[in-house]
């Protein structure tokens, strides 16, 4: 097999294996079950997807997907680059509240301020365990 027949047998095999990823994702499959997907090319040029062991009833939903027992629709295994950025004009929101009470850190844009807010009733009470989160909006564009 010469080189050339190598990178489009490859370019192939990650393609398809790249569209399978986005359908299961799209049925709610968790990364953990498609993240193993890879693409694979034999010695005679074969492009192929290797799949592995998949849990019944991931099989089962999608089989389910499609009124043909197909195991996904074609319009799903269509597979477009997409790019996530945060939403201009807008701001992330970080939030903390305590594990051991009912206290919660004012929310606010500024991170630095809330993790001080956090140490502020660690002083005062002792608990020292928060959940933190921090919020922003996204927008997903098509990347191409
Ligand atoms: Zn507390």
């Known amino acids: 097999m010469d080189m050339q ?5 490859r370019a192939t095999a990650v393609e398809a294996t790249e569209a399978l990823r986005a359908a299961l994702d799209s049925l709610g499959v968790p990364e953990s079950v498609w993240g193993t997907l890879r693409p ?4 005679k040029g074969t492009a192929y997807v290797h799949v592995g062991m998949v849990r019944a009833d991931v099989a089962d939903r999608m089989c389910d997907e499609s009124p043909r027992g197909y195991p996904v629709t074609r319009s799903v295994l269509r597979y477009v680059k997409h790019r996530i950025t945060q939403q201009p004009d807008t701001c992330t929101t970080f939030e903390a ?3 051991t009470c009912d206290w919660k850190a004012k929310p606010s844009t500024d991170g630095a301020g809330v993790d001080v807010q956090c140490m502020s009733h660690t002083g ?3 608990h020292a365990t928060f959940r933190r989160s921090c919020t922003s909006l996204a927008l997903v564009e098509r990347a191409e």
């Open 124 to 126: 005062r009470t002792g």
């Open 40 to 43: 694979v090319v034999t010695f």
């Open 5 to 9: 027949t190598w990178r489009d047998s």
């Open 97 to 99: 509240e305590c594990m």
